[in-house]
């Protein structure tokens, strides 16, 4: 056996043990030479896998296809599927969600999923603070879970939210007793976990190794189901370098890569006999915070200004060759509560200068560009060229998200702009508007500590009720308040230019997720 | 007996220095930041954790106290835990030292190999055009941006000709671990395949950590010739008549090489230096990527203990240099 | 007499002319570049265009151009080479001095020290003070004089021992010169050619370290043409964009095989005790 699962480093007796457990061993005799497999190549490496610790969509693969949710998002536009789960109830009030889950679901242990798990698994992103945490957070109280029998479990929640069966998409259930055998220290086995894997998902981990990636193998006994031609291993590397990535897809080294290369690259793969090429409008806009709390920013002249300044067809159009398409608001255009009607700022300097000349105590502003993010710091560039122009001096920082990320939620500390992605975790206008700009959410997740109690109401109101002809006429009407006072500069919604080889048949593309839900990819025989 | 004596002097030299470093870290990590608790609770944490932290490392202890429970932490093994992967940091760092080292001594090696004939070469032809075109890419080698010519081979060998691998340190997955060196392994296992895979993935990286150490062997070697002809030692032997060849091989090439000898410490403190940048542009998964990708992710502790690992095992490869030659060096002898 | 030497020598002559460049194109960036407002400024329609009569040396990701962009990274380079080998000096150089001049538990300390910053790889202490203190030009310099200080005090150290028992320091002494003065009037005019060429070769040294340090990302923030963040940011475009990268590199080449040049022919002239042509390495 050790000759086909080589030890390795220190994840050895982790990737081993999980092995065992699976009873995978069996699956890698040479009898199952013929094994179809497909190599993602990502742009992040994948140093971590607790599920619960992640959050990015660039590491969604690690979630998707070794967990499962009681809720996941398929297609495009994304429809929400109950997942794990059989039936819901909803107390009349919203508050009292009771679930029941499928039967028979079964980690990758063989131990059957109970509703004790998903008890676990909810307390332990409350515990963690980490990952989807946010989501959670204002909703639910830590010890307020409970597993009514082995299938029931029930949340309450401490105010109506109508995105909760959303945001369960988020809530990975884990292994909860494999977890608990090995915590160490009350760390809800945080440090095992970060190198191994307790889910129940279409695919199981076989190796793990943080400098280069991981391997999966199919889980034969994953409750969904398996189509007729499913891919039997699954591998996930992170590749750093753009060039190599590109590289290693037209010699067929890698299946694919991530969907986001910058346009020259993105040319040369097109042009390549041996790639199918996948585009998609993605539901992520980019788009600047304005940190209204810090004067004189808190002037709606002073934002139009700024929103005047930017130059948006040099940046969507020539910087980025036209890879992404303007979105005028935050939600993004395909998302349902963006008004299709709705107006943008554009790059007109004279309006720009105008607006820049009825605010006083003008000052130097700060952006703060996310380090590494080539776009983020080039759309950073592009506002401080447009400011120069109306005579505003602006002074760019290049900061790691991370050192940006916490700054967001301290209104003393944060820059005054930052260029970055919303993405989608949940779709639903809310992850746009009422998470991003209710002032309730200050220190939260509203990072502009924008205040507009028309705005505070909607988003409020769109919560309760669930009806989403009722909801879609509220955020529209958010969206045209926000682009009205300026709330923050809001420039592209992404395109996902997926590359694949040739023999990849068909994705399945969900903005959430892009197309790193193997169990959806079919290849030719 | 004389030896042992300048042997046992090193080493006894080797506690106050790492001592020393870890004094030095320390002070980077506990006394310049306004707040360490703060930075190194990571930006995310809450007022709350950070206090928490506070009192669980005794940050508002004195710094003496601070020192001693810092120092104890270390000599118990303990560097702390990522702030973003919550694994103990030591773990990641033991797990990529293989690569790190593999790399620097494939490079330490090559640049030997190129070093030390072009040094004697050059000091052969002393002032004539040979030498003077051997000192002018010397100068060369030591001036360029390492993380510059990578690339420029990259754009050659691996985007134009095709003949390497852009980055990375295999294909998949290495060989059967034993050495955790993927040439060394797979020779061991017989798998002359991978072998061949692992040999093509180490080429660039090494050349380009070579380049700059073998400039810096060729001065030291044309030196080192260059003392020895002029030695009255040389002068007395072909006085007697031995053949300039003789001369050359037994005792002028000697001399050199113990001369390059006592160099190989600070060549490979500078690999080992250089290795940062070398594998942020290979994506070779050793120590010097693990620093890159803290560095993008603030994690300060991984920082930290990438510094203080880095710095022992460069302190502790000295000693090693430094006994060895030791013994190596018939003067001492 | 001393001048024709100088010319004579050829390491001297090169390294004169390619550093005198550098300066002249740091105070003429302004006119000698073609699109000097490409500083902070660009042309989103030139962008990622390959070397031309309009774009000398082709443009970047922004459609800045190269050429000029260059020519104002020339003196950042010299603002960081200068303050940051400067400040290491203004350390090393005292401490090396009272090291050496005087005995005892004090001046060992002091080299101790010093020989335990020289234990650590310099770019490494240097990423660690720079990450700590944040991205920016002034924390760069901070963290290389901090990490180059020692070079100087070792090397004053070892000289100052050597110089202590001459002759014309017993004479000093003996007409009741103060330490500081012997020290500052005797000792250091003695010693400044070697400190000379150690601060010349040393500037090529951080200039390099500079741009690795701006390569990682913990240099200058853009759109600062800071030539090693240059190199960096062309990653991503290669290998169509080859000439992006290949620019800055052959600047930085330029510049430190400059001051390397200099250091080593100002060692001829200034330190008779090294014989021509042999050198100690560095």
Known sequence: MTGKFPPLTINRRAALAGLSATGLVGMHSPAFAARQKFVTANNNPYDLLDPHQLFDIGRIAVRLNMYDALTRWVDNPPRLENWLIEKVTISPDGKVYTFVIKQNVKFHDGTVMTSADVVYSMERILALKKGAYGLFKDVIEPGTTKALDPRTVQFTLTKPFAVFMAVLSELWVVNSALVKKNEKNGDWGADWLSKSEAGSGGYALRRYDPAIGFQTARFEGHFAGWGKNPIDDAEFRGVLETATRVLGVMKGEFNTTDGYLPAEQMARMKENPNIKTWEAESIRTFYFIINHWKAPLNDVNMRKALCYAFDYDGFNNKILSGTVVRNNGIIPNPMWGAPKDLQGYTYDLDKAKYHLSQVKNVRPLQIGAMAGYPQSEQAAQMLQAGCAKIGLEVKIVSEPYTTIAPKLNDRERAHDLIPLWRSAYFADPHNWTGFLFNSSNFDAGNASYYKNPRVDELCNKALIITDQDQRRVMYEEVSRILVEDAAGIFINNTKFHGAFTKNVKSIRFCPIGDAQDVRWIEMQG | MRILVL??????????????????????????????????????????????????????????????????????????????????????????????????????????????????????????????????????????????????????????????????????????????????????????????????????????????????????????????????????????????????????????????????????????????????????????????????????????????????????????????????????? | MRMRRLFRDRALLIGTVIISILVLVAVFAGPLATFPDHVTGFDPNHRLKAPGWQFLLGTDRMGADIYSRLLFGARLTILIAVTATGTAVIIGVPIGLIAGYFDGWASEALMRVSDIFLAVPQIVLAIAIAQTLGPNIQNVILALSVTYWPFWARLVYAETRSQRNEVYVEAAKAMGASPLRIMVMHILPNIAGSIIVRTTIGMGATILAAASLGFLGLGAPPPAPEWGRMIAESREFLPQAWWYATAPGIAILMVVMGFNLLGDGLRDVLDPRIRRGGGDGR
């Open chain 2, 7 to 333: 042997a046992l002097r090193r080493i006894a030299w080797m506690p106050p220095t790492l001592l020393g470093l870890i004094a030095i870290v320390f002070t980077i990590s506990r006394i310049i930041p306004a707040d360490p608790a703060r930075v190194i609770a990571g930006e995310n944490a809450s007022p709350a954790q950070v206090e928490a932290l506070r009192q669980k490392f005794g940050l508002d202890l004195p710094l003496m106290q601070q020192f001693m429970r810092y120092l104890r932490d270390i000599v118990n093994g303990d560097l702390g835990i990522s702030l973003y992967s919550q694994r103990p940091v030591v773990e990641d760092l033991l797990g990529r030292l293989a690569a790190t080292f593999e790399l620097a001594i494939a490079a330490m090696c090559l640049a030997i190999m190129i070093g030390v004939p072009l040094g004697v070469v050059s000091a052969l032809h002393r002032n004539r055009w040979l030498d003077q075109v051997i000192r002018l890419a010397t100068m060369a080698g030591l001036a360029m941006a390492a993380f510059w010519l990578a690339i420029l081979l990259q754009l050659f060998f691996s985007m134009t000709l095709g003949v390497t691998p852009v980055q990375g340190r295999i294909d998949g997955w290495g060989p059967d671990q034993i050495t955790g060196f993927y040439t060394i392994d797979a020779l061991i296992n017989g798998d002359g395949e991978t072998f061949g895979k692992a040999l093509r993935y180490l080429i660039l990286p090494t050349a380009t950590l070579a380049i700059p150490a073998a400039a810096t062997i060729v001065r030291f070697t044309r030196a080192g010739v260059l003392n020895a002809l002029s030695s009255n030692f040389v002068f007395y032997q072909t006085a007697m008549g031995l053949p300039r060849r003789t001369i050359i091989w037994k005792y002028i090439l000697r001399s050199a090489f113990i001369g390059t000898l006592t160099q190989i410490g600070l060549v490979f403190g500078n690999l080992l230096a250089g290795a940062v940048v070398i594998e942020t542009v290979f994506s070779w998964p050793g120590l010097g990527l693990f620093a890159y990708n803290s560095i993008l992710q603030s994690d300060y502790n991984a920082i930290m203990a990438f510094t203080l690992f880095t710095g022992s095992v460069f302190i502790v490869v000295n000693l090693l240099i430094d006994i060895a030659q030791t013994l190596l060096d018939p003067r001492t002898r």
